[in-house]
Every structure is written in C-alpha cells, then in structure tokens.
C-alpha cells in the first residue's frame, strides 16, 4: 500500500511540467545576401537544407514557465531580438529573464540587418530585401513561440552529456601576433549537453543540445545551417517526432577541423548528432522544478577614441574601416555616446539539476570555463550568442593578447575598438548576480 502511495506520489510529482515544442522555416527566398564573411560578392541562390526557428515552452505553473528560441542564423540583432521579446512578453505575461533568445551562428545563413552592416554596400534593392526579411523573421519567432503555447502537454525532462571533438582552438600565435588559424594546445571544451523532454509514454518530443565551436565549417553560398543544421537533421532523423534544437555555446575562438566544404560540415554534423545520441542511450538524469530566473544588463566600456583615428582611417586603403570611421565620426559629430555597451546576462536554473547561463554575443571559451568554476556545485551549459549578436567578449588573457575577436572584429560590427581591461570582471560580476538572483548556493 505504502509502495503504491509513493510511485503515485512520484508520477504526480514528475508531471508537475508541461512542455510545447515547435519549429517554423525562416529560410529566405532566393536570391538572399548571405551574412559571416565579408568575402562573399553576390547573393546565395540555391537552398541545401532549410533553416528554422524553434520554441521550447516548460511550464511549472502560469507564473513560473520558461521559453527557449533557437535560430539557425549568424545572431539577432538587438531591434529584432528587442521587439520579439515585447511582443512575446506581453502576449504570455512573462517577465524577460523567463525567454531566452539563441542563435546558431551559422555562416551560411540570411543577412539580418542592421547587424555587421559594414560589410555590405547594398543598393535600394537589396536594402529593402534585408529589411523585409528582419520583419518577417521577427513575426515568426513570435509565431513559433505561440505555437510551442498550443503544444504543451505533461513531460519529463531530463539530463546527460556527450562529447564530440572536432572543435579546436583558433587563435595561433605567430610572429605577427595571434591569427585565426589552429591552435592545438589551447583551451577547447568538447563537452555536449543535452536536455531532453519526453511525453509521459516516453516519446521523445524535443532535444536541446548545445557546443562550443563556430559554425564556420563551409564558406559556400548555399543556404545551410553549417554543422549544427546538419546536425539537428541527424538528431531528428534519429529520434522521429522530435524537434532538435541546437545552441550555441562560448565557442567564439574555437573552429570546426577540419573546415572548408559543405560535406565537411554535414561530417561535423554527424558526430554532434552522434554524441547527442551517446548520451540519450546513457543515464540521463532529472531534471526538475521550480525554474528560476534572472536577467540584468550590464554595461561594458569601449576604450576611449581619439576622433582623429577615424579621420586617418576614412583616406586609407581598407573599405571597411572607412565605413566604420564614417560612423564613428558621425557619431561623434552628433554627441551621440558610443562608449558602453549594454550587456544582457541571465541564467535559467531548474532548481539544483540544470543551469542555462546565457550569454549575449559572441562569447569566447574562458568564459565557460570562469563560470563552471565559480559555480562547480551547478549543473551548467555555458551558452553564447543569447539575446543578441552585436561583437565578441573577450577575456582579460585575450585582450591583452590581441588578435582578431578583440581588435580588427570591432570594425566590421561597427564599433569604436577594443573593450576596456574590465570586460571579464564586469562580465563575471553579472554572471555572479543572475546566479544568486536565480536561488543558486541554496
Ligand atoms: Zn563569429
């Protein structure tokens, strides 16, 4: 009888979450600019596999609920990302630290205006485009989320890990200083995370999984999601009926190896998938309520400019400091401030058996790893290009060391230059708020 009253117990007190799941293609119509390398002189005609926008719903109760986005694009910018959360926080009464927005950082994917507008000279044409694209894509995140509302139904989340190690590190140093290039003794985390919901017959209905690796595999003009769209086709071909959704993790100054091909990217893709699976077959562990939530914006400083820089740079060689400088100056003959950036944090905790902390833009590794460390009692998946995708965020060891996320990235995401010495501290001063805003240490 006792036996009975506890699995009872124990099955009632496991439904205590409702998840929805849904995808909607945002792949664009053909001919699209595709954005991530500025080398690209023409737009992508030809689509080898759609993109998507994905929503996870976990529900604990109408107050307390919880929605993940996954994109398969380089980064939303802030007026998209700014205006999904209006429209999606007022239709579902949810407070901002409860959406988290991601993107997958594909390569091979839509231009999303305004965002690295330096590197493009569209005509009127062209302009038009990319701007209807933004809106459209901001109307369907919206949709995607509304229809993850109307799919909930009781599930069970759980928990595991896999690994997959084509990730390596970037930044090699050479005579000239650090460039892109492979750096095999550096920091890599080859770490796959994976959360699943499964309904309460055990079918498998979404995967979220994430890693820290850009999505840089192929530089082609084909429409695809690089390796984690790939991957998310394997996962899903694995498992029928469920939406894989993938998210980014601190990979900001790791890259895929071996790159430069479509195929390469689809191997990639495989062994992602393969990893989600290994750990999927494995022990996976629960994950359960009470979600907790908390998100702050913190501000991060550009180091002072000297006007008369930008004023070199508008007569020099390189077409794409001139345009950054022409905003610059006109930003400066304007009085408008363009030396803080305003930096979202949030972290979403199910209470001691799962942590997304998110983090806005393009986040190298030595994040990941600052924040495992400070918090080493939680069960964490570092993730990166949240909220939005307006720069890199160095760490204080690759800001002093230089190179292309600290400096030269800045001119083509139009900003002054480099953060200021602080960046890291500040960074890991909100991470430490959202933390303990979220009830972690208790
Ligand atoms: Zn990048």
Redesign the pocket.
């Known amino acids: 009888m006792i036996l009975i009253f506890l699995l009872a117990f124990s099955i009632i007190s496991d439904a205590q979450l409702r998840v929805g799941v849904a995808r909607k293609s945002i792949t664009p119509e053909t001919p699209f600019w595709l954005t991530?390398y500025a080398s690209r002189d023409r737009p992508s005609t030809e689509v080898l596999h759609d993109l998507w926008a994905k929503a996870l719903v976990i529900e604990e109760n109408s107050r307390s609920r919880i929605v993940i986005v996954t994109t398969d694009i380089?980064g939303l910018s802030r007026d998209i990302s700014e205006e999904v959360s209006r429209r999606v926080l007022a239709e579902h009464g949810m407070d901002r630290s409860q959406l988290i927005l991601s993107s997958s950082?594909t390569?091979s994917g839509p231009v999303i205006w305004p965002a690295l507008s330096v590197i493009f000279d569209f005509d009127r044409e062209d302009q038009k485009t990319v701007m209807r694209y933004a809106e459209k894509l901001t109307d369907d995140i919206v949709e995607v989320v509304n229809m993850a509302f109307s799919a909930m139904e009781p599930m069970q989340l759980s928990y595991g890990r896999g690994n997959a190690d084509f990730a390596i590190n970037r930044r090699q140093a050479t005579d000239k200083g650090v460039v892109i290039g492979l750096n095999p003794a550096g920091t890599v985390d080859h770490d796959v995370p994976v959360l699943k919901a499964a309904d309460m017959n055990g079918n498998v209905k979404a995967v979220l999984f994430g890693y820290a690796c850009?999505n840089?595999t192929s530089a082609s003009y084909l429409i695809n999601g690089d390796y984690s769209g790939f991957a998310q086709i394997e996962v899903e071909k694995m498992f029928p009926g469920a939406v894989a959704m993938y998210m980014a993790g601190c990979g900001?100054d790791q890259n895929p190896n071996p790159r430069g091909s479509v195929e390469l990217a689809a191997e990639h893709g495989r062994s992602l998938a393969e990893a989600v699976n290994t750990a999927m077959k494995g022990e996976m562990k629960p994950v359960r309520p009470p979600l907790r939530t908390s998100y702050i914006v913190t501000e991060l400083h550009f180091r002072p400019f000297d006007p008369g820089i930008y004023r070199r740079e508008m007569t020099g060689e390189d077409i794409y400091m001139q345009r950054r400088a022409r905003l610059m100056l006109e930003a400066y003959n304007k009085g408008w401030d363009v030396s803080t950036y305003r930096y979202p944090v949030q972290a979403v905790r199910f209470s001691n058996d799962f942590t997304i902390l998110a983090l806005t833009g393009?986040v190298v590794l030595d994040y990941s790893i600052a924040a495992r460390a400070r918090f080493p009692r939680e069960n964490m998946f570092v993730a990166g290009y949240c909220t939005e995708?307006q720069c890199?965020i160095p760490s204080k060891n690759i800001l002093r060391e230089g190179g292309y996320e600290p400096e030269s990235?800045m001119i083509y995401y139009g900003f002054p230059g480099s953060f200021t010495e602080d960046v890291e501290d500040r960074v890991m001063d909100a991470v430490a708020l959202v933390m303990k805003r979220s009830g972690a240490g208790r």
């Open positions: 991530g380089l950082h390569h850009h840089t900001a393009e995708v890199y990235s």
